[in-house]
Structure formats: structure tokens, C-alpha cells
């Protein structure tokens, strides 16, 4: 009994990916051609050959019409961070995560090329593009809030968080930005790949407890990166001897 | 010859802050009793007592009429980054800079909790205001990429600026929309000092230069703090080695 149903529903599940598509390739073309404000509703569901209640039983509003996919990636990327496995770094969860929304433009460079020529000319699309990317960097606030340290509880971590978030967002952005300038050319998922490894050798990784964050010498396993922190205005031999007390450690 | 002229000038200038803030005060007033869209802006500029054309003289549009001190604040930013000592770090200038604006909303905590509200409620509001903190975050990305290291051309600078700049603009609009949340109570710039403590002890500084981004143990100054890095499946003696080498270079 089960499979038919299944195949039913992913049947309609395509059959409503491809209402969505055909509906934002009738008003990216309209807009391109007739202009933003001189197309109607109207005009893009008689393009795509659906009705106007059809429409609007996929969009809300003629500027959400050039966005169709921001919906399925948005539940695609919630199933990576549900799905993530519990010793994974948060940030690399989170950075998995966006490379699903990256993955949604790389689907269609052409049509992602054209839609962002339209959104630096129009406000309103611009503005709606705004609000879909502001989804992901909630969704991550609350995902990497979720994931900090039970036991640390300082106040601080809301902030950590969103901050943390952003800067993973506002790579994402800078990356698509810089490949969509470029007419969609090359492999923008290597050229993230290449952006978190900057960032995060550059700011460091979300802190996942008060301890990590004491910034104080701590010992590390063999193969992992050993940091060391002292004041240099103590004389060299008690510094050393500091450093060799957390090295010892290892052992 | 140049007093009377000055102070023409700052006369005039105490006359246009006045009748902006007058036209803004009208604006949130009619948004907060007739709703955001019943307001025109005929009614606006009646309730300042002043010309509908004078009203266009100083904002583009009735969204533009809440917010009539960012443009000053804007200029004020500058002012800081301008003048900022050339051996302070940019991300502290960065920090002071937009204290400017953190600054603007204390001075009149009742109007920014009021606009506050009335943003969360009109989404044209709320993009008004997205785009004008979108004006200081590029200005802190074009300053930051100014101020790195001229021998270190990576490619990876407008990234670095860009993360940068919107982890100061992150943590700024975090302090103010809790403070504005619990309606303008407590001391909201020290918020905000405590706020940057907290994520550069967790994200570090903007790295100055190539040399500083690579993680090799670097010496310093006496009285600053030393971090050393190194692989910790070195064997112990070669890491004290390695770390002494450091250190020496100190003297």
C-alpha cells in the first residue's frame, strides 16, 4: 500500500516544482522585457499556462514569483543540521548547510545570472532577495545557539551566535556575488570551500563553551593544532617552563 | 571674514536637523494612529507645518521620513575613520565608528523604541531601515580592505573586509534590538563595548597582513600577550625548539 502512495506524492511534488519553475521563468522574462512594474499576475500565469489562483497558490506576490526555490532549499538545509552527526564542529554543520543554498544557484547559472542583474535593478526584488537570506542566517542563529555548550551559560552565546552566523551568510554572499559578476563562470562551490577556510583561519571557529573561550594554554591529543598563550612581559625561562607544563600534559 | 560665515552655516544646518526631526516626529506619530498606509505625505508635511515640497527637500520618500539622522551619522562615521590614528587597529576603528550609531539611537530612546515598533509592523519600514545599515557596513568594508597590509595581495582581502565588517554591524544591531526590546532601559553603549570584548576574544582580529594570517609563531613586544602555534605531532623537544626560536627574537 505504501509505495503507491509515495509515488503519488512525489509525482505531485514534481508536478508543483515544475508549476514553480515554469512561473518564475514567465516573470523573469516578463520583467526583463515588459519591466517589474508593468507586468502583471495576470500576464505571468498566462505565460506559463496556469491560472491566476494557480499563481497565487505558489506565491504570495509578484516579486516572490523569481525566487521558486528558496522554500525546498530552506527545508534541505534544516534536514542537514537535523540529520548533522552530534561530534561534528557546529560551524562545519552550518557551512554544509549554505553550501545547499550556493548548490540551488550552481543549478542554473544562466537563469541565477539573469535574476541578479534584475535584482540590482529593482528595489522590490532586491528587498524580497534580502528577506529569503535572512531565513538561512535565523535558521543558523538558532541551530548554533542550540549546539553551545549546555553548561555554559554566560549570556552571551545569542550574540556569538548571530555574529557567528552572519559571517558564514555574508562569505556565502560575497562568493555568490563575486560569481554571479562573473556571468556564473567557474565552480563556485570550490570557490566557498576556499572562503570558509579563509574565514576560519582568520576569525577562528564558534567557541562551544565558556572553557574554550578562556583563551588559557590547554593540552591537545597528538595530530591536532596546539595553541599557546602567555604574557611575553614575564622573563623567557617562566614562560617556557609554562609552556612546557601544557605540553606535558599530552602525554 | 570667515566667523560670520561659519556660523551662517552652522545656523543653517541647526535649522535643517530641526525641521527633519520635525517632519520625522509628524511621520511616526501618523504611522503609530492612521497606520503606516493611510498616511500620505501631505499630511506629514501639514503636521511639521511646513510645504509638501519642503518635505521632498529632505527625504526621497514617506518610509525615508522616520530615519532623518542617518545621513548626519553617516557623515559622523566617516568623520571617526578619517581621523583614526595610523597605528590603531582598524577593526577598533571600525568598533568606534559604530559607536557613532549606537549613539544616535541613545540620545532619544522613547522615539528609537517607538520607530522600533512601528518597523517590526511595516515591512517597508523595516527594509528602509535594512538599507540604511546596509550604507555603514559597506563603508566598514571599503575602510577595512583600505587598511590592510599593501604587501598582501592574496586575493581573500574583500572577503576578510566583508566577514569583518559585518561581524562589527552584527554585533552592533544585536546590543540595540535587545536594548530596544526591554524599551530603551539601561546603558546601552557599555552593552556595546561588552559586546566587542566578547566576540574578538572569540573570533579574533582582522588579520593585518599575510604574515600574521599564516599561523607561523611570531615574536612580539614585551607586555603584549604571545601566541605560538604549532603541530603537536611534532616530537615535544622540536616544538620547544621551535617555540624558543620564537621567543628568542624577542630581545
Given at each position: 500500500?505504501?509505495?503507491?502512495v509515495?509515488?503519488?506524492r ?12 515554469d ?8 520583467f ?5 512594474e508593468?507586468?502583471?499576475v495576470?500576464?505571468i500565469?498566462?505565460t ?5 489562483r ?5 506565491f ?5 514569483a523569481?525566487?521558486?526555490d ?13 540529520d ?5 564542529n ?11 543554498v550556493?548548490?540551488m ?8 545570472v539573469?535574476r541578479y542583474?534584475l ?14 537570506v535572512?531565513?538561512y542566517?535565523r ?14 551559560h554566560l ?5 556569538l551566535?548571530?555574529v557567528?552566523?552572519?559571517a558564514v551568510?555574508t ?5 555568490l ?6 556571468d556564473g563562470?567557474g ?7 576556499h572562503?570558509?577556510?579563509i ?8 567557541p ?11 593540552a591537545?591529543?597528538d595530530g ?7 604574557r611575553t612581559?614575564?622573563p623567557?625561562?617562566?614562560v617556557?617552563r609554562?609552556i612546557?607544563r601544557?605540553l606535558?600534559q599530552?602525554?
Open positions: 500500500m505504501a509505495r503507491p509515495k509515488s503519488a512525489t509525482q505531485q511534488s514534481s508536478q508543483r516544482r515544475k508549476v514553480r519553475r512561473l518564475a521563468a514567465a516573470a523573469l522574462e516578463l526583463a522585457t515588459k519591466g517589474y508593468a507586468t502583471t495576470d500576464e500565469a498566462a506559463a499556462g496556469v491560472a491566476r494557480t499563481f497565487f497558490r505558489h504570495r506576490s509578484k516579486e516572490e523569481i525566487f521558486p528558496h522554500d525546498d532549499t530552506l527545508e534541505r538545509v534544516e534536514a542537514v543540521l537535523l548533522a552527526p552530534a561530534q561534528e557546529p560551524i562545519d554543520t552550518v557551512c554544509r548547510g549554505i553550501k545547499e550556493m548548490r544557484y550552481a543549478a542554473s547559472p544562466s537563469l541565477s539573469a542583474r535584482t540590482r535593478e529593482v528595489p522590490a526584488l532586491r528587498e524580497r532577495e534580502i528577506a529569503s535572512s531565513r542566517e535558521l543558523f542563529t538558532r541551530y548554533l545557539l542550540g549546539r553551545y555548550d549546555e553548561h555554559s549570556g552571551d552565546e545569542p550574540l551566535a548571530e557567528a552566523a552572519s551568510v562569505a556565502h554572499n560575497h562568493v556575488r563575486r560569481w554571479l559578476r562573473r563562470q565552480d563556485v562551490e570550490a570557490a566557498l570551500d572562503a570558509f577556510t574565514v576560519r583561519r582568520a576569525f577562528g571557529d564558534l562551544a563553551s565558556a572553557g574554550q573561550r578562556a583563551g588559557a594554554p590547554r591537545v591529543t591536532e593544532v596546539l595553541v599557546t598563550v602567555a612581559d614575564a623567557l625561562p617562566e617556557m609554562a612546557e601544557a606535558d599530552r602525554g
